[in-house]
């Protein structure tokens, strides 16, 4: 189950989400002639992952933001790249182009950080925008918790595709992550569970002042915890009917 857009449009046009996802796409690009070579590919990460043992002992500390931009697979990108896409155009347009983009960095640094204190001892590369992007959805969840979000379901062959509130998409997703975290061997999967945690809580707490600023729970009264402007309305797509002859 993920999602496949939003019906919150953005009142302006999201400039720095366009170029976060260029600057990714564009770095992976780069680099991608080498996937398929491992030890290169290994001693590039190396050089510019978040290795959680080096940052531990005070080294390497840049890994913390060049990680973000870095992805170890095509749909490892696409992936994220999706979430930023459908969240990230709504915090810009609330938060301001600066803002969002100061908003995005730190919340992937403290993703950064709760992956090293989850296993400080780790020398395995962390890459990806995972940690930032979660923290747009921390951040998405308290200002808009009722936004409608569709969401593809594929359950083996059956795929189907409906409109849930954000809070329960969201929610349901930071719950996994807790989970996956809580049952996983340190190290195993490949998935940094905790930095998607500690993004999201991240991301949580710095849009907590602009909240405020919006008014709090009287911001979510006046809204209903919708968007405060006009739904987007996307028309069904249907499959054309085709007449037997007869």
């Not at 001892?121 to 992007?133: E, L």
């Not at 936004?147 to 969201?170: E, G, S, Y």
């Not at 807790?178 to 190290?187: D, E, K, Q, V």
């Amino acid at each position: 189950m993920f999602p496949i857009r939003d019906h919150n449009p953005s009142g302006r046009t999201p400039y720095v989400v366009y170029i976060l996802m260029a600057l990714n796409i564009g770095i992976f690009l780069l680099y991608w002639p080498i996937m398929s070579e491992p030890y290169r590919i290994a001693a590039f990460f190396q050089d510019w992952a978040l290795i959680p043992a080096e940052v531990s002992m005070g080294s390497k500390p840049l890994g913390l933001v060049t990680s973000m931009f870095l992805h170890g697979g095509f749909l490892h990108l696409a992936g994220n790249m999706l979430f930023l896409w459908i969240f990230g155009d709504n915090l810009e347009d609330e938060m301001g182009h600066g803002g969002f983009l100061f908003f995005y960095l730190l919340s992937g640094i403290a993703a950064g950080l709760a992956q090293v204190i989850s296993d400080p001892g780790s020398q395995i590369p962390t890459v990806g925008a995972s940690g930032a992007i979660a923290g747009v959805m921390g951040g998405y969840l308290l200002l808009f918790p009722k936004a409608r979000v569709d969401v593809l379901l594929i359950i083996i062959i059956f795929f189907k595709v409906f409109t849930v509130p954000a809070w329960v998409m969201l929610g349901l997703w930071f719950a996994l992550q807790l989970f996956n975290g809580a049952t996983s061997t340190a190290g195993a999967g490949g998935v940094a569970y905790w930095a998607h945690a500690g993004g999201f809580v991240a991301g949580l707490l710095l849009t907590l002042p602009l909240w405020q600023r919006r008014g709090g729970p009287q911001f979510w009264q006046k809204t209903d915890g919708k968007p405060p402007h006009p739904d987007a309305v996307y028309s069904r797509s249907t499959v054309p009917k085709v007449r037997r002859r007869r």
